[in-house]
């Protein structure tokens, strides 16, 4: 971490920031500029808060050089995390295909497009029994319900299954029910929420939240780990930015930036990032290319009645030609699909 | 409701269309363009979701007309709402000042700053027991023993206090120790949490998100309204751009905006929105000339020794000096303060 | 176009609206909702200003139907553009590369990069004479003694040269020297020099805006078009959100739906979107698969001496690598590489 | 400038780096952490470009400590600037009010507006000749004819006029004819007209672009300094954001930020940040007790019938109403108006 001084600081300040420095345990690192005078810490800086040193008015800046994340840091783990889900993997060699409904309807609707997104080679299926909804008025999920209704389409197919957890209070059906939890996009920095997935063993997948840096989800997956489960996929899903011809702004550069700055697997879902099913088989593709670990797909089998993102669902013939062009992608690719 | 077809939609698909719209309780309006056939869909809306028509290929766009929130709807409810807590209000006349710390770290601290604050003219105290922090390993707040200890500035000071709810977990302990609930931005769309504040009737002071759209903020609210709690105070405290000078943007004008849209009061957090000492001056000013209910203020006795956001925090004598500016312009602007 | 009139408008105002519409030339479509009374507006509509219309007072919202551009709108030109620089082809089923140096530095840089690129497959050479800088004390180009350079290099490999214009002053000197005029992301605004490109023949690659949506940027287009231009090119750059690990945010969707929205081809600059040069070859291949039309990578022979954007230069031999897997990936494509 | 070297960067890369930043001219300070060697440059960098040093492959970042700015610096120029324009006064104690329509139509028009405005208080007159369009089918102003009738408004009021520049062509002919040239958002980084403006004398209002930071705002007008022009106002009027309700999100912290970085004055446009005429008042007041040095307000004797901006367009009366209101408001911040 680096201090930067105001230009013209009374000397007795500085003495006093370097002491500061030294009652944190590190060691200071003097810098004379032609305009600024700047402090070095040496040593164990990363629990330290810049916000409470940039408090003295005497500090123009201070400036992290030492990453804030540690157990999700590749400098601390240089190798690839592959995280296990039964006899299935995620990341290493193999391209995970997660595919479902936005949300559980029936019984008929989720065995039937398991089924078929099993046979177009899916290895896991997605589906929401509890929905964050922006309008209350909006289907809010069929909840417990939908969860029942998963695990017969898991029975029926032995696809694993995913679903996204709103709340701790059901953390521990979750636990029960599903093969992979999913921590959605608006819970990114639901830290109560995030500190309980830490202390179970099951995959999580932590979508990045709309307006979140890469540096703010890699801290959150921090609180998942910290707290004892290393189990994290992050999610690249699109950012806020001001272009509203599509839902979101896929981010799709986050792919080979977090795996550079982390050993965990990054999964991309274009479907929510675009917003649009003819946007998703190009998405899902350049996902492959840049180096993601897999994707989450949107599969429903009548969109135009689906309860919930109908316009981003793709049906099951178009997610068969999308699953033939990522198989021949994988093969330049070297991933197993 | 309006749904603009495709170019060259086939007559059969538009058929197909005004049957669903009739299905929906709906009554059509269609109208011919140039290029594209227009749906108006003439009836109660608000639960229709737009997604679900956008998911027909044959659909260009669907587009809002009517609001989607209805009870936080100033159309609906033309007055002012003004919330009471105790014998102080927030709303109409009244121009409510809540100040203190970040977050509750001592006795001795929270009482200080409490009477300060009072003794400045503060109605409402605010003060961190649980703190959402980005990284695990920062100060995360005294938890159940910041709230005990708010409870002693409280009965010190006599001043009503403010503190942000994290999970559903501590509801019914928030429910009896304080006096307003805070939501944070971060947990603006933790529906959940929106629902179960939504079934007391405690008033809540409800954060914009980051990355929120002022609509959303409004259908945030409309989860807790829609179950039963209409005490909800809006707070503006920035929202994420691309300057990165302050921590956030403050977007100030959405206070005119939502007091048009929205008979609920809004208030403004400059301290968060800037993240720097220095402007929260100004911008509490602002807030007061743009027509805000009310600022939330972040003051330490000692901001360069605060366990966190001392670089946004003013001392009391800079907080003295602020009220006495907020007082010249309450003449000019009518509100009481 | 529709006008959404405000809940309650006097009678007589929407009749004055209804005959407003009538003097603009169009006819009216009415339709009364629960709240709202909408106008829709039946005839051509693209030289109205929406803006116009919504300055009176009882009009709540102005919303387009028609899309704003005509000339670059592919639903009335169905078939892709194709643009011809000699006997290289942008667009259709090629796969335009565009290799070179962010500036061109001497004869023996620029020469020796060309003859590089074009060895491992380039099909143009890209290089800048006059450079838009953030700084006035940046290197600014060599000006027109670079434009000198780039033709000695175009002498001695046969590449078509590509350099930015960035004012009307060089036209004619550009018309003269350059085979592809180059418009930068900073001026993709300054309508006074899109008209003067309109009234020449020779192509033009626009860049996007770093704020610009993309109904922006086809209208920025349509300036050209409407001048008589109609060879544009296309090409996303990034756009400037708040995540700053990276220079910009790579819009790659923004491919497909520009080549869905017009007939023009686009092409990709992931050297300036990402501003890091391990993030050039992930990218590039994934415009490769969202279907775009080129790419355009900047290549130095010694980033580290670069007289600007080294970081994000590859090495002649890194570029070599990058084709090999354009090679592998336009098979797939079914591109021309 | 602080160069942080990746962690394992071999010793014999350091010792080149080391003498590279010899070779530039500067001074090494080494400071080796725990996991990163860091070197610090002591001396002038203004000229050092950081992008270079960026571009070998062992600099993990590069870091200013220096602002990147000079002339515009406060840091060299403590006292505030004031820029006389006749008889008249932008910065220091004087609040400058500019006023006028958002283009000239028409003699009646202009010298109708330009008397309201001047019974009312303004002090400048605005009035665009030459109108930057999104679309190409949008009016585009009068043009020079624009500038002859602003010559006979300002003739029979005594306003100076203010009006935008777009192209150097006209470059002689505005400082032949307008008091203030305007240097529109979309060509803030024209840097090749930045140049020319920079020759002249003539005051220069220079608008912030609509994504620019306020670090290239600053150095958007150290182009026009370091060329020889020291009269240059900033103008904030509002940054592309996520929000859409309003048609840009105004950042007035922007204002107090700007004047602790820069020693001139800035101003601040209400109407076109808002883009809806009833948020004018609010901002505009908003903006003098931020500290701003003057407003710029569209006023228009027929809003609905106006050729551009109607929308955000205020009547004579109304800007009555609100030069009450900041008359009020200048006697509490000691502004003259």
Redesign the interface.
Known sequence: M?I?MR?KTPPEEITKMKQKILDLGCEV?E??????H?L?L???T??I?P??L????YVEKV?H??E??KKVNR?FHPEDTVISVGDRKIGGDTFAVIAGPCSVESETQIVGIAEAVKKSGAAFLRGGA?K?????????GLREDGLELLKIARTKTGLPIVSEL????YLERFVEDVDIIQIGA??M?????LKEVGKIQKPVILKR???S????LL??A??IL??GNENVIFCERG????????RN?????????IK?LSHLPVIVDPSH??GL???VE??A??A????ADGVMIEVHND???????????IKPEKFQALMD?LR??AV?QNKII
């Open positions: 680096i930067v230009p690192h810098s004379l500029g032609v305009n600024y700047i070095g040496i040593g164990n990363s629990s808060d916000d409470t940039h408090a003295n008015d400036i050089v030492q804030p994340f400098l509890f964050p909804r922006s309008s209350p008025y909006s289907f809010q709103m709340s701790t209070e608006r819970n920095q639901n830290f109560e929420l939240g709309l307006s840096t890469i540096e703010e801290l959150a921090e609180y910290a707290h950012i806020r930015t001001f272009e509203n011809y599509t702004t896929l981010d799709l550069t986050a792919v080979p930036v550079k990032a675009a099913w003819w946007l190009p998405m593709k350049a492959m290319v840049v180096g969109p135009a009645n689906a309860k919930c993102d109908g316009q981003q669902s062009s021949q992608l330049i």
